[in-house]
């Protein structure tokens, strides 16, 4: 074919390949996919990044080798390869975060954590779907937001994992912020404050560790069940809760557990803990599960059939988090032009069965990481500051805790490493996820890999 009238023709491919994928699709997966070159019936395609490579080999390469064919026969196969053109994946970043960003501005701002208060402006009362199993945790979140410090003083929030508790905690924490001005609040996990108190011994600055904490109008401690056995931990935060007790300022905490059931506790935090209201949450009835489903499908501007929010409701009934998950994951199918059919989302539920999850080993999201950042296996256990060799080993961090749900210790015995470095790479992660669409995107690609039983 004469080479001025490549250009065109291929203009027409792409416009192919747009109509049978879908405008936002086509946006999002092929920017930046050019011809390199053609030898012997193989046409090299150019694209920004081995994660993009990867996700058309696996979801488009017939749908693309079958347009080419149909404006140039002679073509046989097609290849996909990283182009080394500098700058080109940072452009392409630029380009996926501008289209994210047209999409929905909103979107990508509601994840900024605000850094004085560590609250994530997401988590709010009116985002909150009150059923019957949290309408008492709710109606006393909501009265101590207006009434901080006076009433419910200390409020213990408990129930099981994924049932809201972070949320609602957070949600408290914001009302707050927008009731009274110029309160000081703090947010944070209780692992988080007892990693700050034992960097503070390391380097002698308890005073100003103490100060920072006692400053503020309203604590909010998350999962205080990990101060369990951590003697010196608990004593800081008895002192730190009676300051602010006897000023009356707001103090709120969550659990797993009821206060009496966490093991390893002190008698007198313990009495602490128990001395205002100690109230708790139940996993969400059928009818709170599907108005979770179709708020969150609202949220991000899509809908589907009753019959879907109903299987995915019948199949996921003790867990908030996971139910969100799974709608999670049947939008971004759906977003990646697939029909969602009750059948695609049967398939795609069994992937949040325990039996699933318990053939998922941590050597398997070994191979899989492994495999994506073409390294050997054993190369992640390496003690090397390689930029890919430590991107590999944090996203491998965070998939042994999201997926394999190890605690920080365990990842730490698994990896040879100390596990403020693993909490560090994993909080990483985190706060990328928030700000970069694509990051998102390569994570899914990742997942998807490794649920593949």
Same mark, same amino acid.
Request: hydrophobic share 35%; charged share 25%.
């Given at each position: 074919m004469a080479l001025e009238h490549f250009q065109t023709?291929?203009?027409?491919?792409?416009?192919?390949?747009?109509?049978?994928?879908?405008?936002?699709?086509?946006?999002?997966?092929?920017?930046?996919?050019?011809?390199?070159?053609?030898?012997?019936?193989?046409?090299?395609?150019?694209?920004?990044?081995?994660?993009?490579?990867?996700? #058309?080999? @696996?979801?488009?390469?017939?749908?693309? %080798?079958? !347009?080419?064919?149909?404006?140039?026969?002679? $073509?046989? *196969?097609?290849?996909?390869?990283?182009?080394?053109?500098?700058?080109?994946?940072?452009?392409?970043?630029?380009?996926?975060?501008?289209?994210?960003?047209?999409?929905?501005?909103?979107?990508?701002?509601?994840?900024?954590?605000?850094?004085?208060?560590?609250?994530?402006?997401?988590?709010?009362?009116?985002?909150?779907?009150?059923?019957?199993?949290?309408?008492?945790?709710?109606?006393?979140?909501?009265?101590?937001?207006?009434?901080?410090?006076?009433?419910?003083?200390?409020?213990?929030?408990?129930?099981?994992?994924?049932?809201?508790?972070?949320?609602?905690?957070?949600?408290?924490?914001?009302?707050?912020?927008? #009731?009274? @001005?110029?309160?000081?609040?703090?947010? %944070?996990? !209780?692992?988080?404050?007892?990693?700050?108190? $034992?960097? *503070?011994?390391?380097?002698?600055?308890?005073?100003?560790?103490?100060?920072?904490?006692?400053?503020?109008?309203?604590?909010?401690?998350?999962?205080?069940?990990?101060?369990?056995?951590?003697?010196?931990?608990?004593?800081?935060?008895?002192?730190?809760?009676?300051?602010?007790?006897?000023?009356?300022?707001?103090?709120?905490?969550?659990?797993?557990?009821?206060?009496?059931?966490?093991?390893?506790?002190?008698?007198?935090?313990?009495?602490?803990?128990?001395?205002?209201l100690v109230i708790d949450i139940n996993p969400p009835d059928y009818e709170t599960r599907m108005a979770i489903l179709k708020l969150k499908s609202q949220e991000k501007g899509v809908v589907f059939d009753d019959k879907i929010y109903d299987l995915i409701a019948q199949r996921i009934t003790k867990n908030t988090r996971e139910l969100e998950g799974a709608l999670s994951l049947i939008i971004f199918h759906h977003n990646q032009g697939e029909k969602i059919t009750l059948e695609k989302v049967e398939e795609l539920l069994k992937k949040f069965s325990k039996d699933f999850y318990r053939k998922i080993s941590p050597k398997k999201i070994v191979k899989v990481i492994a495999e994506h950042y073409e390294i050997k296996d054993e190369d992640v256990f390496k003690k090397t500051r390689t930029k890919h060799l430590v991107r590999a080993r944090q996203f491998l961090i965070y998939f042994l805790r999201e997926i394999s749900q190890l605690s920080y210790t365990s990842i730490g015995e698994f990896l040879k490493k100390d596990h403020t470095t693993i909490i560090y790479s994993y909080e990483k992660i985190v706060k990328e996820l928030k700000k970069n669409p694509l990051l998102n995107q390569e994570l899914e690609v990742l997942k998807s890999k490794i649920m593949e039983v």
């Open positions: 023709t291929w203009d027409k491919i792409l416009t192919n390949i747009k109509n049978n994928v879908g405008e936002s699709v086509f946006k999002v997966w092929f920017s930046h996919f050019q011809p390199k070159n053609y030898s012997q019936g193989v046409l090299k395609i150019e694209v920004p990044s081995k994660f993009v490579k990867d996700w #058309l080999e @696996k979801k488009f390469e017939q749908v693309i %080798l079958k !347009t080419i064919k149909e404006f140039i026969p002679e $073509i046989k *196969s097609i290849e996909l390869v990283v182009s080394n053109k500098p700058g080109l994946e940072i452009d392409y970043q630029k380009t996926i975060i501008k289209r994210f960003s047209s999409i929905n501005q909103q979107r990508l701002t509601i994840f900024e954590i605000n850094p004085q208060t560590n609250l994530n402006p997401r988590y709010r009362f009116d985002n909150f779907v009150v059923g019957q199993g949290n309408e008492l945790a709710f109606a006393a979140c909501q009265a101590v937001a207006k009434n901080y410090g006076k009433l419910h003083n200390p409020l213990f929030v408990y129930g099981p994992v994924g049932v809201g508790k972070t949320h609602l905690l957070q949600a408290t924490g914001n009302e707050a912020l927008k #009731l009274h @001005k110029n309160i000081k609040l703090k947010y %944070l996990t !209780t692992e988080e404050f007892t990693n700050e108190f $034992i960097q *503070s011994l390391k380097n002698h600055t308890t005073e100003e560790f103490r100060a920072k904490f006692r400053d503020i109008d309203i604590l909010i401690l998350d999962d205080v069940h990990f101060l369990s056995g951590k003697t010196t931990s608990q004593e800081e935060l008895f002192h730190t809760f009676n300051y602010l007790f006897n000023l009356s300022k707001q103090i709120i905490f969550s659990s797993d557990r009821p206060p009496k059931l966490i093991p390893d506790i002190e008698a007198r935090l313990r009495s602490r803990f128990e001395g205002g």
